[in-house]
């Protein structure tokens, strides 16, 4: 069964790569990956936050494992807020503007299977994945990127996220626990758990399964999207302040939410159908996010890793004063 589980944190001092190699190693460790996997990840993951450290301000580090059927996936997003960088010579090896070896991005393209950066004076997201065994993903018919960082000062995150294969269709949820801090994570996770757990054909029938199990909680806002790709469509369902977006062929296509709040007074859970193109990508966020961000932010994006496409969407649009989760589905 796919599962994902996630770590995020701030990096300020020097200390923080540390922090951020011992959350990385962890998240493979729960992948049931060996010492020498483990020793991959926890480089690429010092040397991530290493940069992050060294050379930009306000870094942040999003981390996903992704559980399958036969294997696993590590992703790793960092976002700051400047100044930038000179990609094609920062991945080589020997260059350096601090006077170290200058091996570090170079290091972590070799061990990573994928990575993909994108730099401007106003920040770089860089992302790096791992895979075991090497070309788990390969014939995935949705792929999946994210970014999710809890508020500066909380130490968890009150928004959540994962998703399901089941029967072919691929469901994604989104939860916002309201407010933010302990009780707020409390009812994202339950509404995770709910989703993982119960029994669910349509996105309607996630969502109810969702609004009885917040009940015992503050509550929240969230949404359900079951994507079928073999068709190129997506059956959806939010209530709340949840955003959901289709972008596909230059286009984008608004997802309509119900008002409420799961888990108090029953809201209405209508869920609509929408066209999902290949290559189309589908964006759900939590208001952690500004909602009325520019479509053309992605003209240059639609090809790239849709965990990218999440951490620029934070780089650009964090409000920074909540709990903001950023989900990319990409139909290939």
């Given at each position: ?31 049931g ?27 942040v ?34 260059y ?82 309201l ?14 758990e ?80 929408y ?22 932010a ?35």
């Amino acid at each position: 069964m796919e599962m994902i589980e996630s770590a995020a944190l701030r990096l300020s001092d020097p200390s923080g790569a540390a922090e951020a190699r011992r959350f990385a190693v962890g998240l493979a460790r729960g992948l049931g990956w060996n010492d020498v996997d483990c020793g991959q990840v926890a480089i690429v993951a010092t040397e991530l936050a290493t940069n992050l450290v060294r050379y930009a301000r306000d870094g942040v580090m999003s981390m996903t494992a992704e559980k399958l059927a036969h294997g696993g996936r590590l992703s790793l997003v960092s976002v700051d807020r400047g100044p930038g960088m000179d990609v094609s010579r920062c991945v080589q090896d020997g260059y350096s503007t601090s006077g170290s070896r200058g091996t570090g991005l170079g290091a972590v393209s070799r061990l990573a299977d994928t990575l993909d950066i994108v730099s401007a004076p106003e920040g770089s997201v860089l992302t790096a994945s791992l895979c075991r065994p090497r070309g788990v993903l390969e014939g995935a018919r949705v792929r999946f990127g994210a970014c999710s960082i809890a508020k500066d000062g909380e130490t968890v995150n009150g928004d959540a996220w994962d998703y399901r294969i089941v029967g072919g269709l691929v469901g994604v949820v989104v939860c916002d626990g309201l407010g933010h801090g302990p009780y707020a994570h409390e009812a994202s996770a339950r509404a995770v758990e709910a989703f993982r757990r119960k029994a669910w054909r349509t996105a309607e029938e996630a969502m109810t399964a969702l609004d009885e199990d917040l009940k015992p909680t503050r509550g929240a806002a969230a949404a359900v999207a079951v994507i079928d790709p073999l068709v190129g469509k997506v059956r959806y369902c939010g209530v709340g302040n949840i955003a959901a977006r289709i972008v596909a062929q230059g286009r984008v296509r608004h997802l309509m939410s119900h008002n409420g709040i799961l888990g108090h007074a029953s809201p209405r859970k209508t869920e609509l159908e929408y066209e999902l193109p290949p290559s189309g990508m589908l964006l759900l966020h939590t208001d952690g996010l500004q909602s009325r961000w520019r479509p053309h932010a992605l003209d240059a994006l639609e090809s790239r890793d849709p965990a990218l496409v999440a951490g620029v969407l934070y780089r650009d649009y964090a409000r920074g004063n909540d709990d903001a989760a950023v989900v990319v589905a990409k139909r290939q």
